[in-house]
């Protein structure tokens, strides 16, 4: 099984290798992933047909069009963001109040938090983006920082209801009643929370391994 199986096992370190090693950006690691995988699943297992490549365009054209929906409708609500200098009062506001680095993350994870038992993670990522990035570079905030705290909270998104992805996926797979599966994933979500609080808390949770690349300076 193992001997069959090694040519899935190079798709990891090849994907993870060349973003890590600068040879190709996230987006090109993602279509390299891909070509890589159609090629083994055709050619090492023989076991991807036609048929089988239309479908999956179909379902990714679908995807696509509904993703370029959402980009349309967030680029027009970053543009009216701009023109009312949003950005700009939300520092002042944090300014008068005292509100900190500290207190501004804690706010918008609470926000994210909130937003996440009611929204698909895409559409958090295209609503609070053009809101919130201009704040945190002015207050000097590590985007990289950021984006690996919203990166957490957004897979607590997942499994919290009533609309978290992963729950249905759950269910469709196991057909457990949903009140069984939302009561099962209580404990992983205490536990991403505690993981949120200490990259919160201690920054070079998250940074260390961007530092190693100059990312995270």
């Given at each position: 099984?193992?001997?069959?199986?090694?040519?899935?096992?190079?798709?990891?370190?090849?994907?993870?290798?060349?973003?890590?090693?600068?040879?190709?950006?996230?987006?090109?690691?993602?279509?390299?992933?891909?070509?890589?995988?159609?090629?083994?699943?055709?050619f090492a297992y023989n076991r991807l047909a036609i048929a089988d490549l239309l479908a999956a365009a179909r379902e990714a054209a679908r995807t696509t069009g509904m993703l370029f929906m959402i980009l349309a409708a967030a680029a027009m609500f970053g543009h009216v963001v701009t023109v009312l200098r949003l950005p700009s009062e939300l520092v002042q506001l944090a300014a008068t109040y005292g509100v900190g680095p500290y207190g501004f993350l804690i706010a918008v994870m609470a926000l994210i938090f909130v937003l996440g038992m009611f929204l698909e993670t895409i559409?958090?990522?295209?609503?609070?983006?053009?809101?919130?990035?201009?704040?945190?570079?002015?207050?000097?905030?590590?985007?990289?920082?950021?984006?690996?705290?919203?990166?957490?909270?957004?897979?607590?998104?997942?499994?919290?209801?009533?609309?978290?992805?992963?729950?249905?996926?759950?269910?469709?797979?196991?057909?457990?009643?949903?009140?069984?599966?939302?009561?099962?994933v209580f404990p992983y979500v205490v536990i991403i929370l505690?993981?949120?609080?200490?990259?919160?808390?201690?920054?070079?949770?998250?940074?260390?391994?961007?530092s190693t690349m100059a990312l995270g300076r």
């Open positions: 099984h193992f001997r069959s199986s090694i040519w899935a096992l190079m798709l990891p370190p090849l994907v993870l290798g060349g973003m890590y090693a600068g040879v190709f950006t996230a987006t090109e690691a993602a279509a390299v992933g891909a070509i890589a995988a159609a090629l083994i699943a055709r559409s958090i990522i295209l609503i609070t983006t053009p809101i919130v990035l201009p704040v945190i570079l002015l207050l000097e905030i590590n985007p990289i920082w950021y984006g690996i705290l919203l990166t957490i909270n957004l897979e607590l998104a997942l499994i919290t209801p009533p609309v978290g992805m992963n729950l249905f996926v759950i269910k469709g797979i196991t057909g457990a009643p949903l009140s069984r599966i939302i009561a099962g505690a993981g949120l609080a200490l990259v919160l808390a201690f920054p070079q949770l998250a940074l260390f391994l961007p």
